[in-house]
């Protein structure tokens, strides 16, 4: 059963289906390119999805044949170029709010994200692909940071993400050649997690993600935790806040069903308790 959720603007969708939350960036005359009615409601989903307790996994997409081409360079003249009458200071700081509200939100979430492309990821659209747990994408897919075509540096994050994901090295040749990195190489490289024909990405993308949603709400939380804290923390600090957080997962009632069932060959049924 598919429930619908109201975003308060036709740009972003959302629905929730076994427990996953599929937000839809929903602009595919202009590739889902992130404009200024979009992203607030986007922000603002992110926070009402990590408090729904019947969602588990969230799924981020976009409509039609493109996963989000970046900035809507319209808006952000509007917004942070040379036109607007908001200081150098207030402007950054403008940026720097979009970017923690959602960016920085899609990668500190409660809950496991899953980016599904179907095609192009570009600029802070990449960025935004990024900042999800996982992705995984259409073959037609790429990704491409975009920003140097137009003479900008980057945002939301991607510079960071990608480093982390592909090197340093790799990662600065691509902002700064600006080509784009098809779904095979970016399948190789760890980037894209999985790649499937283009017609089958919806489907596989809610397999995928209605299969994480089925492991325990807690236990996946902190598992998201100790992975992120594992990209800034040494191993010590990592192991301690492990050693934590499976203590308190003992405690719960997911595990302790869990452990009889499993006692009675029995698959548990996980209730995030």
């Not at 179907?118 to 073959?139: F, K, V, Y």
């Not at 700064?176 to 993308?205: H, I, K, W």
């Not at 992120?228 to 595990?255: G, I, P, Q, W, Y």
Request: hydrophobic fraction near 45%.
């Amino acid at each position: 059963m598919t429930r619908e959720i109201n975003t308060g603007t036709g740009e972003l969708l959302c629905s929730v289906t076994d427990h996953v939350a599929t937000l839809t960036l929903n602009r595919p005359d202009k590739r889902n390119a992130m404009g200024a009615e979009m992203m607030p409601a986007l922000q603002h989903m992110l926070l009402q999805v990590e408090a729904d307790s019947d969602v588990r996994v969230v799924v981020l997409t976009g409509a039609g044949n493109g996963f989000c081409a970046g900035g809507d360079v319209s808006s952000m003249g509007a917004r942070i170029g040379a036109g607007s009458t908001l200081t150098v200071d207030e402007k950054i700081r403008f940026l720097q709010h979009a970017q923690e509200s959602c960016s920085l939100r899609l990668y500190e979430l409660t809950k496991p994200t899953l980016a599904a492309l179907p095609g192009a990821a570009a600029g802070a659209g990449m960025s935004l692909a990024l900042a999800c747990d996982l992705r995984i994408a259409a073959q037609s897919a790429f990704i491409v940071p975009a920003f140097g075509a137009i003479g900008l540096s980057g945002d939301y994050g991607g510079s960071w993400y990608l480093s982390k994901l592909i090197g340093p090295g790799r990662a600065k040749e691509l902002y700064y050649t600006n080509r784009r990195m098809q779904s095979d190489e970016a399948l190789s490289l760890g980037v894209f997690n999985a790649v499937v024909p283009d017609e089958e990405l919806r489907a596989a993308a809610q397999t995928m993600a209605a299969k994480i949603a089925k492991g325990a709400p807690v236990a996946l939380r902190y598992m998201k935790e100790n992975h992120n804290r594992a990209m800034v923390s040494d191993l010590k600090t990592t192991m301690a806040a492990e050693a934590d957080r499976m203590v308190r997962t003992t405690h719960t009632e997911d595990f302790a069903n869990a452990s009889a069932a499993f006692l009675n060959k029995q698959t548990p049924v996980f209730k995030g308790k």
